[in-house]
């Protein structure tokens, strides 16, 4: 910014067309180093005459009655000392006229708070000071009376009467300003965002009420000296509205409590916002949680079916397993028993005939050499593998119902071999039984014959 204004509050006169006063306010927060900003307005009240008109033009919700009557006199309820004659109007149709009035001059002011943060000033720097009165020059000069201002920024005239080179001010109302504010206020006039004079303050003399009485003569003097009528003149119009003082600021302070209560507004539709898009982040990871828990539970769901069915079919292949061992064991144990039997009965018939003969060595005269080179008993052959024709070690049945060792019948099997050994026909399965009565007629003959027990 160029010019300093530090020290004291600056202060901008501003009316209720914002459109009007932009370039004005903008010149302010570009040019001036403004820490604490003051928005001088003067609020010009409707004149009720016109009511009719005013509500048929800008509040047609209202409902008029017939027309009979314009000089039946009526209170102002804003203004208690004004009279107005109203065309029969009730008193809460006038009072919605007046508000509503007032509400735009609301919105206006705070359109221009707005701009000041716009610009990169604080809002609690931005104040609002105003006044209800029917002159505006009138009014501006009160409320720097009032306000003690030192600082204060207007329009030299309207923006649209802006001429390039343009020096002196035009507007009626800064012109009654110039002339009637203290001697000590320094007034800048604006017209079309370009500054075209400033009033500069003097303080050569103690500011005091008692000034106002200085003479016309001084008063010319003063003004052939800066330019502009004297700052000295007493200000008449400075107790004519002091009864009006309650009420203006009765209506400052309705407009700040209004402020207020919109900034909480915004503040409880902001939090409100931001709670709400924080429930829909919380449903939205919700919903994903749910979507992932519900894919997990199909997954599951598919899984245990699966695995359900491969229980059964394994329980099948086992129920089918027993069946064929049964069948096994009941064809091939009948079978092992009478050989075992048998084998039994020759090897308790052998050892009789061994006895008997050791018996009749004895006694008889038999020499001896009959008896020296006893040969040794051969297995029985379902002793012996069918394929390694070996004793078996490991004996187990096979699909064909014939017992092998076992590794010689895997073996046969991992080298292409599908059929039996024996019958050459195909086996049903590649199922192994162990043959555990047999293995234990093996054993115990080995056991008796020991000389095979190493043999391979």
Known sequence: MGESADGDAVYVAVGKDAGKNELTLLWVLRNLRVKKLYLLHVHQPIHMTASCEYMLLFNPILHLGSVTSMAAPMKNPCFPHQESHTSGLEESEINGILQLEL??????????????????????????????????????????????????????????????????????????????????????????????????????????????????????????QTGFASSLIPYEGTRSGRHETDRVRELERLYKDELRQRRETEEALQRERDGHKKTELERDEALSSARNAHLLYDRELRLRRELVGEIAKAKEEIEK????????????????????????????????????????????????????????????????????????????????????????????????????????????????????????????????????????
């Open 103 to 224: 509400n735009g001059t609301y919105e206006s002011l705070h359109w221009y708070r707005v701009l000041c943060q716009n610009e990169g000033m604080n809002g609690q720097d931005v104040d609002i000071t105003c006044i209800s009165m029917e002159d505006v020059g009138e009014g501006i000069v009160e409320l720097i009376y009032d306000n003690d201002v030192r600082k204060l920024v207007m329009g030299a005239a309207a923006d649209t009467r802006y001429s390039e080179g343009m020096a002196h001010i035009t507007s009626r109302k800064a012109k009654y300003v110039s002339q009637h504010v203290p001697h000590h206020c320094k007034i800048w006039f604006i017209c079309n965002g370009n500054l075209i004079q400033i009033r500069e303050g003097r303080f050569d003399r103690a500011y005091s009420p008692d000034s106002f009485s200085e003479s016309s003569d001084s008063a010319e003097s003063l003004y052939s």
């Open 321 to 456: 397993m027993k069946m064929e061992m049964e069948e096994v064991l009941n064809m091939d144990c009948p079978h092992i028993i009478e050989t075992y039997q048998k084998e039994r009965d020759d090897a308790i018939k052998t050892a009789e005939e061994l006895l008997r003969h050791l018996n009749m060595e004895g006694t008889s005269s038999m020499p001896p050499s009959s008896l020296s080179s006893p040969v040794p008993d051969e297995p029985p052959s379902y002793f012996l593998c069918p394929i390694s024709k070996e004793i078996m070690r490991d004996p187990h049945v096979a699909a064909d119902g014939y017992t092998y060792e076992a590794e010689e019948l895997r073996e046969w099997l991992r080298h292409g071999g599908e059929a039996s050994p024996i019958t050459n026909l195909r086996l049903r399965n590649r199922n192994l039984t162990p043959n555990l009565t047999l293995r234990s007629a093996i054993r115990e003959w080995l056991q008796q014959h020991p000389e095979f027990r190493d043999s391979p």
